[in-house]
T-cell receptor, first 117, second 112 residues
Framework: GAGVSQSPSNKVTEKGKDVELRCDPISGHTALYWYRQSLGQGLEFLIYFQGNSAPDKSGLPSDRFSAERTGGSVSTLTIQRTQQEDSAVYLC???????????????FGPGTRLTVL | KNQVEQSPQSLIILEGKNCTLQCNYTVSPFSNLRWYKQDTGRGPVSLTIMTFSENTKSNGRYTATLDADTKQSSLHITASQLSDSASYICVVTNNYGQNFVFGPGTRLSVLP
């Protein structure tokens, strides 16, 4: 079906507000990743979901960041009490399988550009 | 420490010229290496994937090489086009298949 979709494409918020970013992975993909990309920087891993396993949250920068994946499909990344340094593009990716000898191409969404004023 | 370095940081070439981008990694144990192309405002898209036993792989005008002994990879772009202007990201996966280490990317600009 369609590729990975993310919404909104752009989000402008005021410092201190909470935001929710949504990711719709490719149907059937069991692995889902969230990344952050600051201007001119490489991708920074945030969190990883695989099937029904406990998510790998090792990349979340602070406890203001959280994510959930409902029904093994749609995922929401929540940032509470946003700060200006949270401004970045948040990318979501999904892959068919994960674990073991990975030949697992990640398919990326277009990202959500978050601007915190 | 698992790291991926890329050079140059940015590159400007004229349309029709060739160029080579470099990737050095320290990820271990190694599983595979991918090159991604990321157009401005878009998510990365995979160009090639190479495993330990592969030395060269082509995808149209893109040719990737891998030297697993020296832990180096290159991406060669032939007869560049304006649409090649993008960031090229090298990503190395460890042998457990779920640890992706991203390089910072090389920003390529192709001018007419």
């Amino acid at each position: 079906g369609a590729g990975v979709s993310q919404s909104p494409s752009n989000k402008v918020t005021e410092k201190g507000k909470d935001v929710e970013l949504r990711c719709d992975p490719i149907s059937g993909h069991t692995a889902l990743y969230w990344y952050r990309q600051s201007l001119g920087q490489g991708l920074e891993f945030l969190i990883y979901f695989q099937g029904n396993s406990a998510p790998d949250k090792s990349g979340l920068p602070s406890d203001r960041f959280s994510a959930e994946r409902t029904g093994g499909s749609v995922s929401t990344l929540t940032i509470q009490r946003t700060q200006q340094e949270d401004s970045a593009v948040y990318l979501c990716a999904s892959s068919l399988v994960s674990g073991g000898r990975g030949y697992n191409e990640q398919f990326f969404g277009p990202g959500t550009r978050l601007t915190v004023l | 420490k698992n790291q991926v370095e890329q050079s140059p940081q940015s590159l400007i070439i004229l349309e029709g010229k060739n160029c080579t981008l470099q990737c050095n990694y320290t990820v271990s144990p190694f599983s595979n290496l991918r090159w991604y192309k990321q157009d401005t405002g878009r998510g990365p898209v995979s160009l090639t994937i190479m495993t330990f036993s592969e030395n060269t792989k082509s995808n149209g005008r893109y040719t990737a090489t891998l030297d697993a002994d020296t832990k180096q990879s290159s991406l060669h772009i032939t007869a560049s086009q304006l649409s090649d202007s993008a960031s090229y990201i090298c990503v190395v996966t460890n042998n457990y298949g779920q640890n992706f280490v991203f390089g910072p990317g090389t920003r390529l600009s192709v001018l007419p």
